[in-house]
Every structure is written in C-alpha cells, then in structure tokens.
C-alpha cells in the first residue's frame, strides 16, 4: 500500500491497460515523468500515467475515480498546480500535428509543444495563434486564452480560433465538442483551463502567415524613463497588424546573451508587423529612435523566428510571478512603477513587462468563449528567479509592484498568467480573474460534467 493508499495491484491493473509508462513514487521513470519547468512547482502524484493515446488518458481519469483522486495533467509544466496525492497524466507522448492546407487548419495533440507545430505549419504557408516560447504546451495555451506575440491584435485570442476539442470528461468519456455538439462545454474549455477535462486533442485554424517584421531591441536601463513613457503613447495608437511589449529586465551573466547584455539592467523593446516590411519599419521608427539602442534585432524575419521577439528561457527556471490586468496606463502608473524597477531602485526581479492589447482581442468571437479580458488595453506581468532563501524577498517585491499599480488595476486578469502558487491565485483570485458572469457559468458548467470536481489540481473553478 502505497502513502497515498493505493495498492499496488491496483497500480499493476492499471498499468496493464495502458500502453504509455505507469509509474508511482520510487519506480524508474517517475521522476522524470513528474518533472516541470518551474522547480518551485513541483508534482508529487500518487502515481503518474504517461499517456500514448486518448484510451491511455481515459483508463487514468478512470482510474482516479475509482480511487478518490484528483487528476492533474502535465506538458511541460509552465503553470502547472501542485498534484500530492494526485494521478498526474503526462501528455507528452500526445504531440501529433498535421494540417489540412485547403481548411487552413491544424490538429494538435494535446502534448505538443508551439515548437512542433510551427515545424508543420511554416512548411505549408500558414500560421497559428501562437505563444510568445516555443517551448511551451500549445494546449495550455489555448485552453488559458493565449495571447500572442504576433497575430494576436490581428486575429484574437489563441481560444477565438479553435474549432473543435477532443476531450475526456470526468465520466472516462472521451468526446469530441464543438459549438453545434455541445456549446456549453465548448465555451467552458476555451477560456476554463483544464476544469472540465483533459485535452487530447484539439482543431485551430490557421492563418497565411509567412513572414513578419519584427523582434527585439534593448536599451540601457538608465532610459527607462524615457522609453516607457515613449511606449505608453505610441503602443495604444498602433494598427491591429502591430503588436508589442516592453520589458524593464535584470538579465543573468549568460554567456548564451550578446556581449552587451549579459548581467545588464536594459529594457527590452519587443515588436511584430505582419505586413510589408518597409510598413513595419516605418510603424516602429518612433521608438527606434526614442533611446541609444545596445542590440537591435527587429528585422524582416520568417514565421519561424516568432520565438526571437521574446526569447524566454526554456529553463528549467526556479520563478515566482504576479500579473495584473490594467485598464489604463497614464503618466502616473508609468511613474509609479519606474519608482520600483527602473534606475537605482535595486529591483530584485528579473523582469517587469508590459504587453499592449486591444484589436481583436477585444472583439468577443462567435462561438463565444470563457476568456474574460476583452476590453483590457495592457497587462504586466513580472517574475523573479532565485533560489528558496530569496523567495521572502521577490513575493515580497512582486507585491509592491502590484501594489504600486493598483489605482489603475483592471478587475480581469489573464488565466494564463495567473502564478502557479497560492499567493497571486487564490480562489478569490481566480474568481476575480474571470469576473462574476464568467465564473458562474463557468461553476454552473463545471457541476454537469465534474460534479465531483475531479480535476482540481489546476486554477480551480469548484462546481456550483
């Protein structure tokens, strides 16, 4: 019998109906199989399942019922929730893409990462609304919202464009929903994370992309002041083909970084044009010339560089984050929180951003769907990295800048960047990220297809 009460022939029984791996706690395999992005958000399972087909999945979740368990799923594990006690499904092996070039569309398993599906998509011409990291789970994404980096403010959020989910449902059901099949679900999961089920496959459409303009440029921090204020003005008057953000970071000695930047306090100016090049150029030459530029990497680019705007660490990377939504950004909020991370403030965090929003983002889709942050012109989202004694003091900060901003806070937040410990999302937090209507219905639609509440190892949304 095992810690969490589970016997190990039921382990066996399960495992003999399951052709990816089984594993519990001590056996070859499970440490690996349980392992996240995030060090400080560690899995600890009853036993974990690494499922090689939709029937896989399905035995797990049926499994846990059986047993009393929660089900908690993992790709890479960016955001994930702790899992003690839980069967951890690994969706890993689930990373089949192909595309129907005539639709415009992909399927995506539910393991597969942004960087296996633009290695179908670029071939043949199309795009999808992707993530800003290549290296993280496009499933994740999707079902969280998912903002771009790119086709975002051209084409809404990642959730606007799925067509179709392939979905087992607490019941050990596997289904496929779309808005005619059953609408209700199919609002709840495009928005509703993984309350409702596990993904192990879904439809997006794609978009004939090819090439954007575009990238990164850093600057001194010393000019913080200048650009941020400079960015605030300019972002919110770009055309719906622009998007942008900008980034006041303390960047790590990475001999991986160019010269100038490592160990450097710069901020990083990040911007993408789909469209003519010489467009681009000229859309982004204001805040080419608002400060002396270190590195520039903002260039005509094909599809396939979309993860060179950012450059986020594929990690692992031991981090603490808060977000918050904002429903304007004046002088005041610049200044407020440049009194925290800009020059001479001794900022303990790696990076403090902003992302610009508006465009389609705004537009609600039809279908409409669970994501909660239509209207909201600008996000921040800040994080620090560090080992376990310096985690008072970057919660501790991370607060301050929340803190500093609040006047001007919006009352949604991203569900994809809500942290994935307790402080920044508690089940007020939650609650609030979706905002009453949403997260009622969302409740509502929660108690018909896991009254049990079955998969609550996440961002939780409890049924009504």
Same mark, same amino acid.
């Given at each position: 019998?095992?810690?969490?009460?589970?016997?190990?022939?039921?382990?066996?029984? %399960?495992?003999?109906?399951? +052709?990816?791996?089984?594993?519990? @706690?001590?056996?070859?395999?499970?440490?690996?199989?349980?392992?996240?992005?995030?060090?400080?958000? @560690?899995?600890?399972?009853?036993?974990?399942?690494? *499922?090689?087909?939709?029937?896989?999945?399905?035995?797990?979740?049926?499994?846990?019922?059986?047993?009393?368990?929660?089900?908690?799923? %993992?790709? +890479?594990?960016?955001?994930?929730?702790?899992?003690?006690?839980?069967?951890?499904? &690994? %969706?890993?092996?689930?990373?089949?893409? +192909? #595309?129907?070039?005539?639709?415009? +569309?992909a399927r995506i398993g539910g393991g597969a990462l942004w960087s296996e599906v633009l290695a179908v998509t670029t071939p043949a011409g199309l795009a999808p609304v992707n993530g800003s990291a290549p290296h993280v789970g496009a499933t994740g994404y999707l079902l969280g919202g998912g903002h771009s980096p790119t086709l975002g403010r051209l084409y809404g959020y990642g959730a606007d464009t799925v067509r179709s989910v392939e979905i087992v449902t607490a019941d050990g059901n596997a289904r496929r929903v779309t808005a005619d099949s059953d609408p209700d679900l199919f609002f709840a999961v495009r928005g509703g994370k993984g309350n409702f089920g596990v993904v192990t496959a879904l439809e997006v459409e794609l978009f004939p992309v090819t090439r954007f303009y575009g990238g990164a440029v850093f600057v001194a921090g010393e000019h913080a002041p200048t650009l941020l204020h400079a960015w605030r003005t300019w972002a919110p008057a770009l055309p719906e083909s622009a998007t942008t953000s900008v980034a006041v970071q303390r960047l790590p000695p990475d001999p991986a970084l160019p010269e100038p930047l490592r160990g450097a306090f710069v901020v990083a100016l990040r911007f993408a044009f789909?469209?003519?090049?010489? $467009?681009?150029?000229?859309?982004f030459a204001p805040m080419r010339g608002a400060a002396p530029i270190l590195v520039d990497g903002v260039r005509d680019r094909p599809y396939a560089e979309v993860g060179l705007i950012h450059t986020d660490p594929p990690g692992p990377l031991p981090y603490v984050d808060r977000t918050t939504g904002l429903r304007d950004l004046p002088a005041e909020a610049v200044d407020a929180l440049l009194a925290l991370v800009g020059p001479g403030t001794g900022c303990p965090l790696v990076?403090?951003?902003?992302?610009?929003?508006?465009?389609?983002?705004?537009?609600?889709?039809?279908?409409? &769907?669970?994501?909660?942050?239509?209207?909201? @012109?600008? #996000?921040?989202?800040?994080? =620090?990295? =560090?080992?376990? $004694?310096? %985690? @008072?003091?970057?919660?501790?900060?991370?607060?301050?800048?929340?803190?500093?901003?609040?006047?001007?806070?919006?009352?949604?937040?991203? *569900?994809?960047?809500?942290?994935?410990?307790? $402080?920044?999302?508690?089940?007020?937090? #939650?609650?609030?990220?979706?905002?009453? $209507?949403?997260?009622?219905?969302?409740?509502?639609?929660?108690?018909?297809?896991?009254?049990? &509440?079955?998969?609550?190892?996440?961002? &939780?949304?409890?049924?009504?």
């Open positions: 019998m095992s810690e969490h009460g589970i016997d190990e022939a039921a382990v066996a029984a %399960l495992a003999a109906t399951v +052709t990816g791996l089984v594993a519990a @706690p001590g056996d070859a395999g499970f440490d690996e199989e349980c392992a996240t992005y995030n060090p400080y958000t @560690p899995m600890r399972p009853a036993v974990v399942v690494g *499922a090689a087909s939709g029937r896989d999945v399905a035995a797990a979740i049926r499994f846990a019922g059986e047993h009393g368990l929660p089900v908690a799923t %993992l790709t +890479t594990g960016h955001q994930v929730r702790g899992a003690d006690g839980a069967v951890l499904i &690994n %969706l890993r092996r689930l990373n089949r893409v +192909t #595309v129907d070039v005539d639709a415009r +569309t789909i469209g003519d090049a010489a $467009e681009g150029e000229r859309v990076s403090v951003e902003l992302r610009a929003l508006g465009g389609a983002l705004d537009r609600r889709p039809e279908p409409p &769907n669970a994501v909660a942050t239509r209207g909201m @012109p600008f #996000v921040l989202f800040g994080f =620090g990295v =560090g080992g376990p $004694e310096a %985690l @008072p003091q970057l919660r501790g900060y991370l607060g301050r800048v929340l803190d500093a901003v609040s006047p001007w806070a919006h009352g949604r937040q991203m *569900a994809n960047f809500l942290s994935a410990v307790d $402080e920044g999302a508690t089940p007020a937090e #939650v609650r609030a990220a979706y905002g009453d $209507e949403i997260y009622d219905r969302l409740s509502k639609i929660k108690q018909v297809y896991d009254p049990g &509440n079955l998969f609550r190892a996440n961002h &939780n949304i409890p049924p009504a």
